[in-house]
């Protein structure tokens, strides 16, 4: 499974870059905002730190916007994903500029029949969230299950992009279910490390190397 950061924020994006295991970034209206700057600086400042797929969501709500909105952000890198929502008008400007070959991830998909509108308009990318339903007391990881059989038994190519995971087993369970890419806020990425027996372990594999080795 491919990993995403699902963040703007450029030291996050960094400190992850260094451990070479961030593939991708997911960003969206909310984590521009909060960085402070428009979303063209920002994404293309994205796109010099990682070589992977970045997706860019559209502000437009009618497609006869989204779609030169969405030429205006695919312009500005050649891994730009351009993020549209899962509205009719974002499924009406999937299709047009999906067949133009711009790369689209449909957002904000919360049921698994929204996740077929989206192959059937050749999305690249749909990205159902998992917390979001989890929030609202139901498995959100059910999703993903669905989504993966629907595509699955139809041969569909759009890449099922868990998204909103917030613990270690949101992404243990969106792997073991076949999805193609986790995209996780730094705190979850960061969480994937620890194991309490993986500091003990190298706590005594380092006493008994120094007692050996130092103390005679
Ligand atoms: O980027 C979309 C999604 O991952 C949001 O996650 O935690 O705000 O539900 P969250």
């Not at 999703?143 to 998204?163: C, F, H, R, S």
Request: hydrophobic share 45%; glycine share 8%; with cysteine.
């Amino acid at each position: 499974m491919k990993i995403f950061l699902d963040t703007a924020n450029l030291d996050e994006i960094r400190k992850g870059a260094d451990w070479g295991i961030v593939d991708g970034v997911t960003t969206n209206p909310s984590l521009i905002a909060k960085e402070g700057r428009p979303i063209e600086e920002q994404v293309a400042r994205i796109c010099d730190i990682i070589d992977g797929d970045i997706s860019a969501e559209v502000i437009a709500t009618e497609a006869k916007d989204m779609i030169p909105e969405g030429l205006k952000l695919a312009k500005i890198h050649k891994n730009i994903v351009v993020k549209l929502p899962l509205t009719r008008d974002g499924i009406k400007a999937c299709c047009a500029l999906s067949k133009d070959g711009i790369r689209i991830n449909v957002t904000l998909c919360f049921q698994p029949a929204q996740a077929m509108l989206a192959a059937k308009a050749g999305a690249y990318i749909i990205s159902p969230f998992v917390g979001r339903i989890d929030d609202m007391g139901m498995p959100g990881i059910d999703l993903i299950e669905q989504i993966v059989t629907i595509y699955n038994n139809y041969g569909y190519k759009t890449q099922v992009l868990a998204a909103s995971l917030r613990t270690p087993n949101h992404v243990i369970e969106s792997a073991l279910l076949g999805a193609h890419i986790g995209t996780m806020p730094f705190k979850t990425l960061d969480m994937l490390f620890n194991h309490p027996l993986t500091d003990k372990g190298l706590e005594q594999f380092l006493k008994d190397h120094n007692k050996a080795f130092q103390n005679g």
